[in-house]
């Protein structure tokens, strides 16, 4: 089976500040993300440890939802989430450099996601991990760079 985790780096001409604010909306996320087209916050949710949003993604063939649950929401450092409170980890992390900020997009497939697969797909799963596996790791580049794009011109 392919590396279950995945990120990649890339600067951006903003503070670590501006950097946080812009990829903890998530209301923003469908304007960068190469799969969710959308994302709100459950009920009163907010960029906070322990709220939870909804997220709309697409890929050819397939559209789904999922739910995730913050996990870290350190202004300026970390925004990260879990895909259903247990199965994927998604992280944006912000270091300050001198051309801005260090922005990394992290994933990591969690040991409970992978058992939901084989739950779930039964002898596909290995076959449906590596599917999901490549779109992270073909989709983060593209993320990041749309979202300097959008960091940098407003």
């Known amino acids: 089976m392919e590396n279950l985790t995945y990120s990649s780096s890339l600067v951006v001409r903003a503070t670590p500040e501006a950097v946080y604010d812009l990829v903890s909306d998530v209301t923003r996320t469908g304007e960068w993300s190469a799969q969710c087209r959308e994302c709100s916050w459950d009920g009163d949710g907010s960029a906070r440890v322990g709220a939870w949003f909804t997220g709309r993604n697409e890929v050819p063939g397939r559209t789904w939802e999922t739910r995730s649950?913050?996990?870290?929401?350190?202004r300026g450092q970390e925004f990260a989430w879990v895909v259903g409170g247990k199965y994927v980890?998604?992280?944006?992390a912000m270091e300050p450099v001198d051309d801005g900020t260090r922005l990394t997009e992290s994933w990591e497939f969690l040991p409970d996601g992978i058992d939901l697969f084989?739950?779930?797909y039964g002898?596909?799963?290995e076959q449906q991990i590596a599917d999901r596996t490549r779109a992270a790791d073909d989709g983060i580049p593209r993320?990041?760079?749309?979202?300097r794009r959008i960091a940098e011109t407003g």
């Open 69 to 74: 649950e913050v996990v870290v929401a350190d």
């Open 89 to 92: 980890r998604w992280s944006f």
């Open 118 to 120: 084989h739950k779930l």
């Open 123 to 125: 002898a596909d799963a």
């Open 143 to 147: 993320t990041l760079g749309a979202g």
